[in-house]
Each structure stands twice: as C-alpha cells, then as structure tokens.
C-alpha cells in the first residue's frame, strides 16, 4: 500500500514537472501606497522650535521684550 502511494506521488510529481511554467513581469509598475502622513509632526516640531528662539531672540524682529 505504501509502495503504491509513493510510485502514485513520484508519477505526480513527474508530470507537474513537464508543465511548463511562464513568469512574467507586470505590465504596469507596483504600486505601494503606506497612507504615511509625516508633514504634521515635522510642522509642529519646527513651530516649537522657531517659537523657542523666537522667545530666546526677539530683538531679532524688533518684537518688544517682555
């Protein structure tokens, strides 16, 4: 019985490899889109840093001191 299931797999596997197979590439280009939204945090670090030497400089722009 095993003898059998074997010669059947080993016949099976014979002829899947006699069909043949075509890979192609993709016509159109991959498209990946990750939704990744990294302009707010940048906008917000820069806002806090200008405010910062705003408050450490502001002879700069002829602003009052406090």
Same mark, same amino acid.
């Given at each position: 019985m095993r $003898?059998?299931?074997? $010669?059947g797999l080993g016949a *099976?596997?014979?002829a *899947?490899?006699? @069909? #043949?197979v075509q890979i192609q590439a #993709? +016509? =159109?280009? @991959? /498209?990946i889109n990750l939704n990744v939204n990294i302009r707010q945090e940048v906008i917000v670090r820069l806002? =806090? +840093?200008a405010a910062e030497i705003l408050?450490?400089?502001? /002879?700069?722009f002829g *602003? #009052?001191?406090p």
């Open positions: $003898t059998q299931v074997l $010669t *099976a596997m014979l *899947a490899a006699c @069909i #043949p #993709p +016509d =159109r280009p @991959i /498209e806002e =806090r +840093d408050e450490e400089n502001s /002879e700069l *602003a #009052p001191t």
